[in-house]
């Protein structure tokens, strides 16, 4: 619980779990993976006294108060049910966020799996990946990341609009599935936004204003503003978010990205081709665009992506102008190499979960079974 001393003090004392039969208004923190969803818990703990749970690793039912995802990235499990009331969307620039999710799965051996990804979790925050696997990882999954990225906001922002395939559990469109695009449209509505939440976020976050010493207080204060108030979650006034945001950089016991620094080449060495960092520009510009425009104009949450949107443009042509002063050299389109790297990243974890002798085995092939070539 945190002690606020007055006039803007305060004490940082760690955080505890909710009591058992408590039940607190439930926030769901969603957010792409590696969107800063750590550093958002820790603030959050310290601003609510209140222990913020995991969707994917920890055990307890039922899941309250604080919890979060990366649902519905294929990384996310919906293990809450219809216990949480509102949530709160966490955004990070595409460049950095698809890197460091590359790193996290890395250290826990880019598991499919709950069991393998727990047996692995003492990785987690200890090394960079090798160079090798960044770059077969980044050119087999960056097309389709990029497009999950943009898609992951969009998703809450229209209250669960579909973009994935009935039967694709994974929802990571792998084949033989696809991700949906505008030609498909209307999507679905996702059954979890009708039945368990609304999932249209109360606010955005920015791990980058999160972070920064001039905008994190009041960043952390849109976090506070949406939970003060709520039952079962006691919040400190607001004169000493500023005290809190800067304690919890000193006093949190958590690992973090940093930890990372000394073990392996530096974050900023995972880097993309020039026709990569062209495809975020562009992906960046086009979601820029949908929420400048239209019945987005006036909405507060729009209004906070596009500012977003602008800063990710702007620091990321710096380092694509520098590129293109100093360009690699581009290697030929090669079949074979695209092939490789399918035969690589289908031996990481369990390997591939859509494996057509694996489907056939379960009790839903006949519904799926077209969806596979007579010679696969």
């Not at 849109?222 to 978010?241: C, F, H, M, W, Y």
């Not at 081709?273 to 510009?285: S, Y």
């Amino acid at each position: 619980m945190w002690s606020y001393l007055g006039n803007g003090d305060c004490e940082w004392t760690g955080s505890s779990p909710f009591a058992d039969g408590a039940e607190p208004y439930g926030t769901l923190f969603v957010g792409y993976p590696s969107s800063g969803m750590r550093v958002t818990w820790q603030h959050t703990e310290a601003i609510t006294g209140k222990q913020l749970r995991d969707d994917f690793f920890q055990l307890e039912y039922p899941k309250i108060g604080l919890v979060k995802t990366q649902y519905p990235h294929y990384e996310g499990v919906w293990s809450y049910g219809s216990d949480l009331d509102q949530t709160i969307l966490l955004i990070r620039n595409p460049r950095w966020a698809i890197p460091s999710y590359h790193t996290l799965i890395n250290e826990i051996g880019y598991a499919h799996t709950w069991e393998i990804a727990y047996n692995e979790l003492h990785n987690v925050f200890t090394r960079r990946a090798p160079m090798e696997d960044w770059i077969r990882w980044r050119d087999y999954r960056f097309n389709d990341e990029i497009i999950l990225w943009g898609y992951y906001i969009d998703f809450y922002m229209s209250n669960g609009e579909k973009y994935w395939m009935d039967y694709d559990f994974e929802r990571n469109g792998m084949l033989p599935f696809y991700l949906l695009n505008d030609t498909h449209k209307p999507w679905k509505q996702d059954y979890h936004c009708i039945h368990d939440i609304d999932c249209i976020p109360k606010a955005v976050i920015s791990y980058e204003r999160l972070k920064d010493a001039n905008y994190g207080p009041a960043e952390l204060n849109k976090i506070a503003s949406t939970l003060r108030g709520k039952e079962g979650i006691n919040v400190i006034p607001e004169d000493g978010i500023g005290c809190l945001w800067h304690e919890t950089w000193v006093h949190t016991p958590e690992p973090s990205n940093d930890n990372r620094d000394n073990n392996g080449l530096p974050r900023e060495a995972y880097g993309f081709t020039i026709p990569q960092l062209e495809r975020i520009k562009e992906k960046l510009e086009e979601m820029k665009d949908k929420y400048s425009t239209g019945s987005w104009t006036n909405n507060i949450n729009a209004i906070a992506l596009v500012e977003n949107f602008d800063s990710y443009l702007t620091d990321n042509q710096e380092e694509l102008d520098e590129l293109n002063a100093n360009p690699s050299p581009t290697p030929a389109p090669d079949a074979g190499y695209l092939l490789e790297l399918k035969l690589w990243y289908n031996s990481k974890g369990k390997g591939n979960r859509y494996d057509k002798a694996k489907m056939e085995g379960t009790g839903f092939w006949d519904l799926i079974s077209g969806f596979y070539p007579d010679d696969s």
